[in-house]
């Protein structure tokens, strides 16, 4: 088999970083943007530390005074003399916030995050220093050369066309991690190029705004995992920050602990890029335990991001009144030519072509599909896109992050809501009033990661009155979705016990946990057939559903999993309905008319 890199090397240098590391503890791995050979080095010793069963969490900095390093460090140090029984003031307001959380907790789960890591390892001109003990020499040549050109061309067209980066704005880039082999369900070489991603997308930003920095920590298995500790330590501290003027115990002590500890100096970034691979960050404690409420309390938000981003469809971005603070953007851990393939594309060609589909079915009352038989059943549905003040936004996914606040949205129902798209994009998508008929999904769907599928053994899903219920699935995937629905209904009636939701919220999350998010017609012309979704949900004269959560405020629920139908192999004709009973194809047997 033909490989793009240099494996044997690769897992070599694993090998070599793996007898250096048998020291007790979880990881945090510093180094500056400048330094591509350590950059690439992570590679191998990410996966030599996740072999070892260590947390792992990775900061990357363009000039470390930029960074929220600094920051972290004053925290660590606080926690370390409040345990060694120091009674100044930043560490009794300290142990007092965390008692705070503890008692909404009752698990004493929110303690550990305060920990400094076991493991600093920091970049230097000959290598990795492992606690200032120990050299790891830094090893990138395993990374075949490859047509460099063209990745930064695609990544500046990225920063340019799809963020539009300003030179004051600061952007954030979270990339994965190479896990253990356990986790390692994702092809390995595409893991290793999402390194190249990250780093070159980061080189090409820096042309246009003022700071980038990278993060990466250790992918989780579930969505109840306990979480890497840096990275939710982190997480908690920008949310803290951002809600220390709420009147409520634990905030007001952040507020006094900020200031003495100067977590005010913390740098938030106003867009943002994250790569995505197989699971997830873990359960969020301080949303879980307490949530991060709006301003006059009316409503509570789950986690920071969310808060950062105010998507439309939350619930929670009709109440809460402040604007929202960045935009975001995500891909997954694609191969180095689909990136270029379907991200290096003319976005203006593509936007007219979706506007010009949105605005086909923005005049209809519903869509009808339907197509030929596949493995004894077929793709047949009558789509409802509701009436008057209740028919559904039909909105675009075509890569569109370059303002802050959405403003369809805003001219439409007077909302300051932010915007959130993927790379690549390339779809037209809106979630049903109702929908009923059957579904073939035969490509690919999106769970916990991408699993493939196919004619001969795909997803079958039948739909009544909006609701969805797996008929046929492979057995792998049919046990997936039985395990995620399990850690879904855990969560929701963890929100519920500790009333960190509002009620509205979790009442929405349980009406909505059988319903259908999302249909959607794919147009990015550039796109290939694929192992991974965010590609193939793009991929021209295909389309695809999501089970779950919708794009909708009515329509939330905690998880959100879409699958592929294959319209060319299905030949399925897509119509729509007008409200005088118009028929208006945007494909036909298997083809765009439109």
């Known amino acids: 088999m033909v490989t793009r890199h240099n494996l044997k090397l690769f ?17 945090l791995v510093v180094l500056p943007l400048k330094s591509r050979q350590a950059f690439f080095s992570l590679a191998p010793l990410s996966k030599a530390l996740h072999d070892l069963g260590k947390d792992v969490c990775v900061l990357v900095y363009n000039k470390r005074s930029e960074s929220n390093l600094p920051i972290l460090e004053r925290v660590w140090q606080t926690y370390e003399r409040m345990k060694q029984g120091g009674i100044s003031k930043e560490e009794k307001l300290l142990q007092e916030f965390i008692a705070a959380v503890e008692k909404k907790t009752k698990k004493h789960e929110f303690e550990r995050i305060f920990k400094k890591p076991e493991i600093i390892i920091k970049a230097r001109e000959d290598g990795f220093v492992v606690n200032d003990k120990i050299l790891l020499q830094y090893n990138d040549s395993w990374f075949r050369k490859f047509d460099e050109s063209k990745l930064k061309e695609t990544c500046r067209k990225i920063a340019k066309d799809c963020y539009a980066l300003k030179k004051n704005e600061r952007f954030s880039i979270s990339f994965e991690l190479v896990p253990s082999r356990e986790m390692l369900e994702l092809p390995l070489e595409d893991y290793l190029d999402n390194f190249a991603i990250a780093y070159f997308l980061a080189k090409e930003a820096k042309r246009f705004c003022k700071e980038v920095s990278l993060s990466a920590s250790t992918a989780k298995p579930s969505k109840l995992s306990i979480p890497e500790r840096v990275s939710e330590l982190a997480s908690t501290l920008a949310g803290c920050e951002y809600e220390k003027e709420i009147k409520e115990k634990p905030f007001q002590l952040f507020a006094k602990l900020s200031k003495l500890l100067k977590i005010s100096e913390w740098k938030y970034s106003k867009a943002g890029f994250a790569i995505v691979g197989k699971g997830y960050h873990g359960r969020h404690v301080f949303g879980l335990a307490i949530g991060y409420p709006s301003p006059d309390r009316k409503t509570r938000w789950s986690s920071p991001g969310s808060m950062f981003l105010k998507p439309w469809w939350f619930e929670q971005t009709k109440l809460d009144k402040r604007k929202p603070m960045k935009r975001f953007a995500i891909t997954e851990t694609l191969p180095l030519e689909e990136f270029i393939q379907t991200c290096n594309i003319n976005y203006s060609m593509l936007r007219k072509r979706d506007a010009k589909i949105k605005r086909i079915i923005e005049k209809s009352k519903l869509l009808v599909v339907e197509g030929n038989k596949v493995a004894n059943y077929k793709t047949e549905l009558i789509v409802e896109l509701g009436k008057g003040s209740k028919k559904r936004l039909i909105q675009r996914s075509d890569s569109d992050v370059r303002k802050i606040i959405d ?57 009544t009155d909006g609701k ?53 017609i794919n147009t990015n012309p550039a796109a290939k057939l694929s192992r991974y979704l965010i590609v193939n949900e793009k991929l021209a004269n295909m389309m695809h559903i999501a089970l779950g959560s919708g794009f909708e405020p009515d329509r939330q629920t905690l998880y959100h999993w879409d699958f592929v139908i294959n319209v060319p192999r299905q030949k399925i004709s897509i119509s729509a309905i007008d409200a005088e009973g118009n028929i208006h194809y945007i494909i036909k047997d298997g083809k765009f008319v439109v």
């Open 407 to 463: 403003g369809e949205v805003l001219r439409k129902y007077n909302l300051q809501a932010g915007v959130y798209d993927n790379i690549p994009g390339g779809e037209v998508f809106f979630t049903p009033e109702s929908i009923n008929g059957f579904a073939v999904g035969d490509v690919v769907i999106n769970i916990d990661r991408s699993y493939t599928l196919s004619a001969k053994n795909p997803i079958v899903v039948k739909f």
């Open 11 to 27: 897992n070599e240098t694993v090998k070599r970083y793996k007898k250096k590391l048998k020291i007790q503890g979880d990881a």
């Open 468 to 520: 969805w219920k797996l008929i046929k699935a492979p057995q792998a995937i049919k046990e997936r979705i039985a395990k995620e629905l399990r850690d879904v209904k855990k969560l929701i009636k963890t929100y519920e016990q500790k009333k960190s939701l509002p009620k509205k919220i979790i009442e929405n999350y349980k009406r909505n946990l059988f319903a259908v998010g999302e249909f959607a």
